[in-house]
């Protein structure tokens, strides 16, 4: 793992800006050596002016070359609105031309949980061509951070932080943020697969969090810190507001 690179900004604005050229730069790169861009969203506010822009400006690939995953889920119904997948997909899937076969949601009609994530599981490894034993490699994931530093549904405490094995998991309600519902969620051993991980995060009310989530020892009461990817890890704070 290379040392994170840490980008302020000073305001949300900036910060989409470059986020989008980060995720042009990583499509264009994927698709030269494999053909295929694979990219896990991330849900909360942040990253959402992000996929408007994507679906609006391009991402300097075709659509169809892009396959769209997510690094967790709230195990409500597509129409809720608390479902991260309702609040991505009319800003990018709808506006744009993606193929339909290219969205992988995370199937939260399966149960019980665990079988939701060993089906989300099943689904990555075929659509990146992973053998059994082998963890798939995104070559982007786009991860958010609470003011509690968690990231996915990675929270302070949970006992998926020590998952070895599974790559999805099924995440108890949090205690620490809202809203309290069961989730699923990548794992670490995904998450530091990865080619290359962004983290997006407003500083404001997280000043701490991200303080510890930086430093150079890894804090298991920040999840965030944990994630330390094989590939490039970026961080884009905006600062401002």
């Known amino acids: 793992m290379t040392a994170a690179v840490v980008r302020r900004f000073p305001s949300p604005a900036a910060m989409t800006a470059a986020a989008l050229t980060l995720v042009t730069d ?19 506010a942040s990253p ?18 892009a396959l769209f995953f997510f ?28 193929p339909v076969g290219n969205i992988h949601p995370m199937p939260v009609d399966i149960n019980p949980p665990r079988q939701a994530a060993a089906a989300y599981e099943a689904e990555i490894r075929q659509s990146l061509g992973a053998a059994p034993g082998q963890v798939p490699r995104f070559d982007l994931i786009l991860l958010g ?34 809203p309290r519902v069961a989730r699923l969620t990548f794992t670490l051993p995904l998450l530091n697969a990865a080619r290359q991980v962004a983290f997006l995060v407003s500083a404001h009310g997280k000043e701490a969090a991200l303080a510890r989530a930086l430093a150079e020892t890894p804090d298991p009461a920040v999840p ?18």
């Open 48 to 65: 959402l002016p992000l996929y408007a822009a994507m679906a609006r400006q391009g991402f300097g690939v075709p659509f169809e070359t």
């Open 145 to 178: 951070m609470g003011p509690d530093g968690h990231t996915a549904s990675l929270f302070p405490g949970s006992p998926v932080l020590g998952e070895t094995v599974r790559l999805v998991a099924p995440a108890p309600p949090p205690d620490t943020a809202e």
């Open 224 to 241: 965030a810190s944990l994630v330390r990817p094989d590939g490039t890890l970026d961080w884009f704070v905006a600062e401002g507001p």
């Open 71 to 98: 690094g967790d889920e709230r195990l409500v119904p597509v129409g809720d609105r608390r479902s991260t997948f309702g609040a991505v997909a009319p800003l990018l899937f709808t506006p744009a031309p993606i």
């Open 26 to 44: 990583a499509a264009r790169q994927a698709v030269a050596a494999r053909g295929r861009f694979s990219v896990a969203l991330s849900g909360g």
